[in-house]
């Protein structure tokens, strides 16, 4: 009998095993019934919403509601449930947007819907700025993560049903904001927090190097300022604002600031360095986001220094650009994570995932991001004081050199000094010319009218 | 059996109560579009219990519980597939059903006896040497099938009743042992690992892999009651020799499995959608549309799928009966398997079955339902009493009844016997002691 017994043990020890595990698969299959519906072939899907409760996205939308490029601003960011677009809102959030609930199945009258952060009149407004320039912007508010703006263009109507994608530009299917691109002096940001991490304010601020235009570096290449006859003697609040290389090559070259030390900051900061490890991206609400990649091989060698200007071999994203200045403005040396969300609401219209700011690890020191945070401001003073009246906004330009030098893309990053109005942005205009619009018309454009609608608005 | 409380009456209203609500769902949450159709499901449900019910009445068992269990299984299963789709009574899988339960008696009134079993067992292996040759010579490409006529036979399905009744017959054996090398080995257990190794090699042979672990797991359970009996001490030494052997199996069998198992072992159901993932990816989606509750009785869409009516059976169950009816189905059918633990077997021979018995279901059950949810790889086999073919229908039938002969049920003559035994043995002892008296 005891025998018997235990085979009787075997066959209980079996049958429980078997219903621990189907109750596993109920769990899961509850759990990730979203999922599983969102790629469904056909699903009555809810409407996403601006911060104003414009409409962003509309399942049965058509040019005779909303006009005919009602959505073109917001057409590869917020994009659509035709999955023409993966890196986008809906196509990242189907399953929260599904009218649909476990319980309930599928609704056709439900009221599943996802409320931004974005703000569509002044998105807009920022899009017919660039005109006839490509380019993109993005801005967000560095104290809670709430991004405000967010465009690229070429950008896609989606009311067109795509039947214009042979005639499409390059890129009009892809959000720039998420994506790599040539950082230009905007890099000299990281490269001084870098040297003010290393060094030390008061170290850094006693250097001084001479710029006479071109400068031939300890590996005999040359290292060309945009102004030919140079700077002259320069410390580094004045190379900021001049945006001079020479002084940036001199400073990477020098002993008291080790290579190590460089990349020791650009890797907390998010780069991939040397190609070591995984590429890091940013997750905003289901959205991948590059965040940065550079090479730096040895102190004296022209890519390094090249790198360490934003040319060559280094990539960041705007979207990146922009976080960054979040832990100068901040100085904390922290960024605030940005988010598109603000929340959603069941089928049932019930709220849920209500946003949360979170924060970055401890990228440099709250005295290094409060120094960068005066140069920025500084050269805001002096060179771009008119971006919005009454309020210093800390800014750094770039230009970048695309397309093996042929093309220069021109970009500009920066935040309001102010508690009030907590934004930080970052604007880039592809292959920009003499005489056309610039990032600070631009930023003008975005800063006053945002500043004018969240004041309307009350906030 | 015969312990349990479980009332004929109560029993047959708890059964018609079970058929009449899902009637009554089919009608009022599903697409019935024909009402005669619906007539003739509800009409062949109905009939199915009520001639079944008579026939075990003749019967005069003392107890009808797993009789009880499998007829209220089959029938769901019936009305399930009735429904898929569109609502129009399920011929095949009607005769099926009946192919099952006559199964079912058949494989009760050969198994039950195990004198006779073990008196008999050439006559299993003979019986499963028929089916390697059939398989071998006489299957189609796939080399699964024997098509005859408008019939199609899978005779797989039968080996697994005659695998675990030569894993139970051989078992009484097992102290006659032979000192081979270094091991002490007994004749029928020697003769019981080469027949499993032929059973694996042929389902290598035939890529049938899908029931592969389904023999695995008999094999298993007849190792670990080899384990207990009969010394009624489990060798520690033996249990680990058997555990590094199984593991070392198991990582042999995946680095050798040839390509197409490879890529069922390795892939990403949602990046090859439209391709390997297709099915699963349609009964996740599927089971997500259902809900707890489900798109009502013939208002699905996976019936449109490859195999929804064998292979992700579960999931089309899901979508139009609901999770919840779906997993309360699959908990029926384990309890009927629990009816073993609550009348235990009489013998080992029955408990070694009836171990078999539940090992192969549940394996089974593990493949088709964790397999078209993507917990473990797919392999495409039948979920028991709920997928539709015949071979499986029948084999699953042939084991029910091993179940319910492992269960030693009696018959109401057997019990009048008993009585009057003891009876006469009561008398004959109460004379002895007056005589002495």
């Given at each position: 009998?005891?025998?018997?017994?235990?085979?009787?043990k075997?066959?209980?020890?079996?049958?429980l095993?078997?219903?621990m595990a189907?109750?596993?698969?109920?769990?899961?299959?509850?759990s990730?019934?979203?999922?599983?519906?969102?790629?469904?072939?056909?699903i009555?899907?809810?409407?996403?919403?601006?911060?104003?409760?414009?409409?962003?996205?509309?399942?049965?939308?058509?040019a005779?509601?909303?006009?005919?490029?009602?959505?073109?601003?917001i057409?590869?960011?917020?994009g659509?449930?035709?999955?023409?677009?993966?890196n986008?809102?809906?196509?990242?959030?189907?399953g929260?947007?599904?009218n649909?609930?476990?319980?309930?199945?599928e609704?056709?009258d439900?009221?599943?819907?996802?409320?931004?952060?974005?703000?569509?009149?002044v998105?807009?407004?920022?899009?017919?700025a660039?005109g006839?320039?490509?380019?993109c912007a993005?801005?967000?508010?560095?104290?809670?993560g709430?991004?405000?703006?967010?465009?690229?263009?070429?950008?896609v109507n989606?009311?067109?049903?795509?039947?214009?994608?042979?005639?499409?530009?390059?890129?009009?299917l892809?959000?720039?904001?998420?994506?790599?691109?040539?950082?230009?002096s905007?890099?000299?940001?990281?490269?001084?927090?870098?040297?003010?991490e290393?060094?030390?304010?008061?170290?850094?601020?006693?250097?001084s190097y001479d710029?006479s235009?071109?400068?031939?570096?300890?590996?005999?290449?040359?290292?060309?300022?945009?102004?030919?006859?140079?700077?002259?003697?320069?410390?580094?609040?004045?190379?900021f604002?001049n945006?001079c290389?020479?002084?940036?090559?001199?400073?990477?070259?020098?002993?008291?600031l080790?290579?190590?030390?460089?990349?020791?900051?650009y890797e907390?900061?998010g780069?991939l360095?040397?190609?070591?490890?995984n590429?890091?991206?940013l997750?905003?609400?289901?959205?991948?986001?590059?965040?940065?990649s550079?090479t730096l091989?040895d102190?004296?060698?022209?890519?390094?220094?090249?790198?360490?200007?934003?040319?060559?071999?280094?990539?960041?994203?705007?979207?990146?650009?922009?976080?960054w200045?979040?832990a100068i403005?901040?100085q904390?040396?922290?960024s605030?994570?940005?988010?598109?969300?603000s929340?959603?609401?069941t089928?049932?219209?019930?709220?849920?995932?209500?946003?949360?700011?979170?924060?970055?690890?401890q990228?440099?020191?709250?005295?290094s991001?409060?120094h960068?945070?005066?140069?920025m401001?500084?050269n805001?003073?002096?060179h771009?004081?008119n971006?919005?009246?009454?309020?210093?906004?800390?800014?750094?330009?770039?230009?970048?050199q695309?397309e093996?030098g042929?093309?220069?893309?021109?970009?500009?990053?920066?935040?309001?000094?102010d508690?009030?109005f907590p934004?930080?942005?970052?604007?880039?205009?592809?292959?920009r010319?003499?005489?056309?619009?610039?990032?600070?018309?631009i930023?003008?454009v975005?800063?006053?009218?945002?500043?004018?609608?969240?004041?309307?608005?009350g906030? | 059996?015969y312990?349990?409380?479980?009332?004929?009456?109560?029993?047959?209203?708890?059964l018609f109560?079970?058929?009449?609500?899902?009637?009554?769902?089919?009608?009022?949450r599903?697409s019935?579009?024909?009402p005669?159709?619906?007539?003739k499901?509800?009409?062949?449900?109905?009939?199915?219990?009520?001639?079944?019910?008579?026939?075990?009445?003749?019967?005069k068992?003392m107890?009808?519980?797993l009789?009880?269990?499998?007829?209220?299984i089959?029938?769901?299963?019936?009305?399930?597939?009735?429904?898929?789709?569109?609502?129009?009574?399920?011929i095949?899988?009607?005769?099926?059903?009946?192919?099952?339960?006559?199964?079912?008696?058949?494989g009760?009134?050969?198994?039950?006896?195990?004198?006779?079993?073990?008196k008999?067992?050439?006559?299993?292996?003979?019986?499963i040497?028929?089916?390697?040759?059939?398989?071998?010579?006489?299957?189609?490409?796939?080399?699964?099938?024997?098509?005859?006529?408008?019939?199609?036979?899978?005779?797989?399905?039968?080996?697994?009743?005659?695998?675990?009744?030569?894993?139970?017959?051989?078992?009484?054996?097992?102290?006659?042992?032979l000192?081979i090398g270094?091991?002490?080995?007994?004749?029928?257990?020697?003769?019981?690992?080469?027949?499993?190794?032929?059973?694996?090699?042929?389902?290598?042979?035939?890529?049938?892999?899908?029931?592969?672990p389904?023999f695995?797991?008999?094999?298993l359970?007849?190792?670990f009651?080899?384990?207990?009996?009969p010394?009624?001490k489990i060798?520690?030494?033996?249990?680990?020799?058997?555990?590094?052997?199984?593991?070392?199996?198991l990582?042999?069998a995946?680095?050798?499995?040839?390509?197409?198992?490879?890529?069922?072992?390795?892939?990403?159901?949602?990046?090859?959608?439209?391709?390997?993932?297709?099915?699963q990816?349609e009964?996740?989606?599927?089971?997500?549309?259902?809900?707890?509750?489900?798109?009502?009785?013939?208002?699905?869409?996976?019936?449109?799928?490859?195999?929804?009516d064998?292979?992700i059976?579960?999931?089309t169950?899901?979508?139009e009966?609901?999770?919840?009816?779906?997993?309360?189905?699959?908990?029926?059918?384990?309890?009927?398997?629990?009816?073993?633990?609550m009348?235990p077997?009489?013998?080992?021979?029955?408990?070694?079955?009836?171990?078999?018995?539940?090992?192969?279901?549940l394996?089974?059950?593990?493949?088709?339902?964790?397999?078209?949810?993507?917990?473990?790889?797919?392999?495409?086999?039948?979920?028991?009493?709920?997928?539709?073919?015949?071979?499986?229908m029948?084999s699953?039938g042939?084991?029910?009844?091993?179940?319910?002969?492992?269960q030693?049920?009696l018959?109401?003559?057997?019990?009048?016997?008993?009585?009057k035994?003891?009876?006469?043995?009561?008398?004959?002892a109460?004379?002895?002691?007056?005589?002495?008296?």
């Amino acid at each position: 009998m005891k025998s018997i017994r235990r085979v009787q043990k075997l066959i209980t020890f079996m049958l429980l095993i078997f219903l621990m595990a189907l109750a596993f698969l109920i769990y899961k299959l509850q759990s990730e019934a979203g999922f599983y519906i969102s790629n469904a072939s056909k699903i009555s899907l809810g409407n996403v919403y601006d911060r104003n409760n414009d409409v962003l996205f509309d399942p049965d939308a058509d040019a005779q509601i909303y006009g005919s490029d009602y959505f073109i601003d917001i057409g590869n960011l917020i994009g659509d449930d035709s999955r023409q677009m993966n890196n986008t809102l809906v196509a990242q959030n189907m399953g929260m947007l599904a009218n649909f609930s476990f319980m309930l199945g599928e609704q056709e009258d439900g009221k599943a819907a996802i409320y931004t952060t974005l703000d569509h009149k002044v998105n807009r407004k920022v899009y017919d700025a660039f005109g006839t320039k490509n380019g993109c912007a993005v801005a967000y508010n560095y104290l809670t993560g709430e991004i405000y703006i967010c465009l690229s263009k070429p950008s896609v109507n989606i009311l067109n049903n795509y039947s214009d994608l042979d005639t499409l530009e390059s890129g009009s299917l892809l959000c720039k904001v998420f994506y790599p691109t040539v950082p230009g002096s905007t890099q000299k940001i990281s490269t001084t927090l870098a040297a003010l991490e290393s060094m030390g304010y008061d170290n850094l601020i006693s250097k001084s190097y001479d710029c006479s235009g071109v400068y031939t570096n300890l590996s005999g290449k040359n290292i060309k300022c945009h102004l030919a006859d140079g700077h002259g003697t320069q410390n580094i609040t004045e190379a900021f604002a001049n945006s001079c290389n020479p002084f940036f090559a001199q400073l990477v070259e020098d002993v008291s600031l080790p290579l190590y030390d460089i990349q020791k900051t650009y890797e907390k900061m998010g780069y991939l360095v040397n190609k070591e490890g995984n590429q890091k991206y940013l997750d905003i609400n289901g959205i991948s986001a590059f965040t940065a990649s550079t090479t730096l091989a040895d102190k004296t060698d022209f890519n390094t220094q090249w790198g360490c200007m934003g040319q060559g071999e280094t990539l960041v994203s705007p979207l990146q650009l922009m976080v960054w200045q979040s832990a100068i403005a901040n100085q904390t040396g922290i960024s605030t994570y940005p988010y598109l969300i603000s929340y959603a609401t069941t089928v049932n219209g019930n709220p849920v995932s209500q946003a949360q700011t979170s924060y970055s690890n401890q990228m440099f020191s709250e005295i290094s991001a409060g120094h960068m945070r005066e140069i920025m401001l500084e050269n805001g003073r002096n060179h771009y004081s008119n971006l919005l009246s009454g309020t210093d906004v800390g800014v750094k330009s770039g230009t970048a050199q695309v397309e093996n030098g042929e093309k220069e893309n021109s970009l500009l990053v920066g935040f309001v000094d102010d508690v009030n109005f907590p934004i930080a942005f970052c604007i880039e205009i592809d292959d920009r010319k003499q005489g056309e619009v610039t990032t600070s018309d631009i930023t003008r454009v975005l800063l006053q009218n945002l500043h004018e609608s969240l004041i309307s608005a009350g906030e | 059996m015969y312990k349990n409380k479980l009332s004929y009456s109560g029993a047959i209203i708890l059964l018609f109560l079970t058929h009449l609500s899902m009637l009554g769902l089919v009608f009022i949450r599903g697409s019935v579009v024909a009402p005669l159709d619906f007539l003739k499901l509800t009409g062949a449900v109905l009939g199915l219990d009520i001639i079944y019910l008579l026939i075990t009445l003749a019967y005069k068992q003392m107890t009808y519980t797993l009789d009880f269990m499998l007829l209220g299984i089959l029938n769901i299963s019936l009305i399930f597939q009735s429904c898929f789709g569109e609502i129009s009574l399920s011929i095949k899988h009607l005769i099926s059903c009946v192919m099952c339960l006559i199964a079912c008696e058949a494989g009760f009134l050969l198994t039950r006896n195990h004198e006779k079993i073990r008196k008999n067992k050439i006559y299993i292996y003979l019986l499963i040497l028929l089916l390697f040759i059939s398989i071998i010579f006489f299957t189609d490409n796939q080399k699964k099938w024997i098509t005859i006529g408008s019939f199609s036979i899978q005779p797989s399905e039968f080996i697994k009743p005659c695998f675990i009744l030569v894993c139970a017959a051989s078992i009484v054996e097992l102290h006659e042992k032979l000192k081979i090398g270094f091991f002490y080995i007994s004749k029928d257990s020697l003769i019981l690992c080469i027949v499993a190794l032929f059973i694996f090699a042929l389902q290598w042979w035939c890529h049938d892999l899908g029931s592969l672990p389904t023999f695995g797991m008999i094999f298993l359970c007849a190792l670990f009651c080899r384990f207990c009996y009969p010394k009624a001490k489990i060798s520690k030494r033996a249990v680990a020799i058997a555990c590094v052997a199984g593991v070392g199996v198991l990582i042999a069998a995946w680095m050798l499995a040839p390509d197409y198992v490879q890529k069922r072992l390795h892939v990403d159901i949602w990046a090859d959608r439209y391709g390997d993932g297709y099915q699963q990816c349609e009964a996740l989606i599927g089971i997500a549309k259902g809900g707890w509750l489900g798109v009502g009785a013939g208002n699905g869409s996976l019936y449109k799928i490859f195999a929804h009516d064998s292979d992700i059976v579960f999931a089309t169950i899901c979508e139009e009966w609901g999770l919840l009816y779906a997993s309360l189905t699959v908990l029926l059918i384990l309890i009927m398997l629990m009816t073993v633990l609550m009348n235990p077997p009489k013998n080992y021979y029955h408990a070694m079955m009836t171990a078999g018995v539940t090992a192969a279901f549940l394996m089974q059950m593990s493949l088709n339902i964790f397999g078209s949810c993507n917990l473990i790889p797919f392999t495409g086999v039948t979920l028991p009493f709920l997928s539709t073919g015949g071979s499986s229908m029948m084999s699953c039938g042939f084991l029910v009844g091993m179940l319910k002969a492992g269960q030693s049920p009696l018959f109401q003559h057997e019990v009048m016997k008993r009585k009057k035994q003891k009876q006469q043995s009561a008398k004959s002892a109460q004379k002895q002691r007056r005589a002495n008296s």
